[in-house]
Every structure is written in structure tokens, then in C-alpha cells.
């Protein structure tokens, strides 16, 4: 066919038509269709360049919705896109694993690998999702650090000054005997995801529950006085446990909640009342282990747990929240318990 030329009067720049391979050494400015890669190219007075459209996900002008969407567009490399979930009011940049279709939604990393929290409440150096869970490529950086999630009573930062502890983190320290989780016997951190429906989590935690000296509890130095599961309810929208819980829900379109981890305290080293029965709830989901709280006044030792093995599942797609609570029944200076680090992914 014979080319067709475009641009001003007398120009040299010519439009192709079809080809299936660059035509040899052009005139900067003409252009093709490859019937291969189904793309645009233009000579650029060197080579054939391929005009490419914006990739979905690749800048905030482009988000996508999910990780889900990237994979159905054809994408296939784990790492940031930009993700606008349906009432976020501005895209943000979201780590995706485009293997399976999660997103990382929150995630908090320690300072090092002793366990110990910062020196002050910014992210650490190592990446925890990336070191302890094997995401690849995720930053240490904070996603939806406390103090901005949907809790009104938040995380909040602790540096752990009782005598000789050292290090600190996010904690809960009751200052009231009750099973109220609006009352200061819980802290909640309730990560944004402004309407995302979704169905699967996985998560990781590195939780501390230092012992105290013996001028605090009655058992001596080295004892905590967590006690296990709480008295008086089995109730899951109460506080139930001295601990951490984690749940999700109840959705936007009403519902109660789910139980997806507990972590109870009762073991070596520990000196509560353990009064409490064991609520049936606690085995659905990724269930619960009992965990001795840590010898001595050190609250840098810790203890580790994921659910990457065994992904959560709620059954059905919800909007519904995924809430970590750090909570205890009774006012004590011994009844400390930390989250150094984390990690949550949603799909």
C-alpha cells in the first residue's frame, strides 16, 4: 500500500499502515501498527520506539483496585502500585503480591533483630514483612502506623521505663477493671481500608509480655500477672482475653465479629488468677496458643507468629475491619504486654 503521509504541507512523515516488524530506517516522526505486540511505534530518528499505555497501577493517575485487577491486566511482578481502594479519597502506593492477590495493608518493623522496639515510635530499619514473613521487596517503612486507624481508643507508644526494662512499643497497660473495650483496659488498631470487600488475611505479630521486679506482682521478680482468659464473659465483642486478639468485622452492612487469632497469657512465669474459662470462639479461625510470658525484667525477648502456612478465610467477602486489641481485665503495673512489629495482607 502506498504510505499515507500526515503533518504540515510537503512533510516527509509517513503512517505505515500494519506491519508485523519494523520496516528498516525511517524519518523521525513515521509511525506503525505492529500486528504483534498490537502496539503504536514511531520512528525516533534512531530507532522504532513502542508507544505503551499507561500501565494500570503504575502512577496515581492510573490506580488500580486491587491486587487482583493488576493480575488480570496481565501483570505478574510483586511489588508497589498504586491501589485506590472504594472510599479512599486519594491513591496510595500498596506493596501487592501479584502471585496470589494480596495487598499489604499494615505493617510495622522493629529496629533490629533483638526484639526491642525503636527508640522512639518511628519504623525500624529492617523490613519485618519482608525478614520474618518472606514478602520480597517490602520496605521497612510504616503502612497505616497507629495513631491513624479507625480505633478511637489507638495503640500507643510506650518506652518502657519500670526499672530496669528496657526497649518499648506499642502496648496496653490497664488503668481500669473492666470488659468494656471502650474503656482504657483495651487498646484497639483498627488499619484503614475504606470499604475494601475482602476475604483472606494473612498476618504476622512479634508480641512481648515482659516479667516484672518482685516489688509488683506477688509472685516475685520475673512474674507477670496476665490472667489468661478474662473472667465473667465469653463474649467477643468484650474484652475476653489479657492478651491480643485478633478479629475482623462487623461489616458495614451489620453482622458480628470474626474470630481470627488469640494470643492468651498463662504459663511459666506467670502469676494471675487465670479465673477465666475458655471461650468456644477462640478455635475458629487461625485459633490460639498459650503463651508464657518472658522471664525476668528484659522486654526485649519475644515471641513470633504468622498464619502464612494457613491463610485466614472469613467464608465471605465483607467489608468488615480487621482489629487488633491489646487488653487486659484489671489495673496492674504488671500487666504490660507489647506488639514490636507486624504485618497484615488482605485479599
Known sequence: MSPLYIGAQN??????????????????????????????????????????????????????????????????????????????????????????????????????????????????????????????????????????????????????????QTGGSFFRNSTANSTDPNTSASRSYIPKTYGFVWQYAKWGVRVSVPGGTAANTSGGDGYNSMDNFSPGTNNIDQIYVDGLSITQGPPSAGGGRGHIFTIHVNGTNTNGNNAGSTPGFVSGGNGNINMASHPGTNTSSFNEYNNNSSPYNKGSATDGPFEMRLQSDQTSANECIYCRAWYVLIK
Open 11 to 164: 512533510t516527509s512523515n509517513k503512517f505505515l499502515g500494519n506491519l508485523a516488524s519494523n520496516p528498516g530506517t525511517g524519518v523521525a516522526g513515521d509511525q506503525y501498527f505492529n500486528t504483534v505486540s498490537n502496539r503504536f511505534r514511531f520512528y525516533d530518528g534512531t530507532q522504532w520506539i513502542q508507544l505503551n499505555p499507561a500501565s494500570l497501577g503504575g502512577s496515581s493517575a492510573t490506580p488500580a483496585a486491587s491486587a487482583a485487577a493488576l493480575i488480570a491486566d496481565g501483570q505478574t511482578q510483586d511489588g508497589y502500585y498504586w491501589i485506590q481502594f472504594p472510599n479512599e479519597p486519594a491513591a496510595t502506593q500498596r506493596w501487592c503480591d501479584l502471585t496470589d492477590g494480596y495487598m499489604l495493608i499494615s505493617h510495622w518493623s522493629p529496629n533490629g533483630t533483638t526484639g526491642s522496639g525503636d527508640a522512639s515510635p518511628t519504623p525500624g530499619s529492617t523490613s519485618y514483612a519482608t525478614s520474618y514473613g518472606g514478602f520480597s521487596g517490602v520496605t521497612a517503612a510504616a503502612v497505616a502506623a497507629p495513631g491513624s486507624s479507625e480505633a478511637t481508643s489507638d495503640w500507643v507508644w510506650d518506652a518502657d521505663t519500670r526499672g530496669t
